[in-house]
Nanobody, 115 residues
Framework: QVQLVESGGGLVQPGGSLRLSCAASGSIFSMYVMGWYRQAPGKQRELVATITNGGSTNYVDSVKGRFTISRDNAKNTVYLQMNSLKPEDTAVYYC?????????WGQGTQVTVSS
């Protein structure tokens, strides 16, 4: 399994921006489908965005036009650029790596959107 370490979370005012990073171990990072999920207090974990090994992206409707997922295979890193943040984006954000039926998770990073 691949090891994942997220960073970049924090406190931001509504309308602000943050960029999350997820660094992965291993030499076959480029083969993984990478994703960002989030879990707000009292709610189920939800998929935010995914990016395939070919670069195709998918987003949950609530973040379309505001969030951008990208990957740098040379750095074994996936990013989530979050703009126009809203209080409802507050959650712990988790990085996910999937190859076939095997999935790995990071430890999560807290994002809080509040004035």
């Amino acid at each position: 399994q691949v090891q994942l370490v997220e960073s970049g979370g924090g406190l931001v005012q509504p309308g602000g921006s943050l960029r999350l990073s997820c660094a992965a171990s291993g030499s076959i990072f480029s083969m993984y489908v990478m994703g960002w999920y989030r879990q707000a207090p009292g709610k189920q974990r939800e998929l935010v965005a995914t990016i395939t090994n070919g670069g195709s992206t998918n987003y949950v409707d609530s973040v379309k036009g505001r969030f951008t997922i990208s990957r740098d295979n040379a750095k074994n890193t996936v990013y989530l650029q979050m703009n126009s943040l809203k209080p409802e984006d507050t959650a712990v954000y988790y990085c996910n790596a999937r190859l076939g039926l095997v999935a790995s998770w990071g430890q999560g990073t807290q994002v809080t959107v509040s004035s």
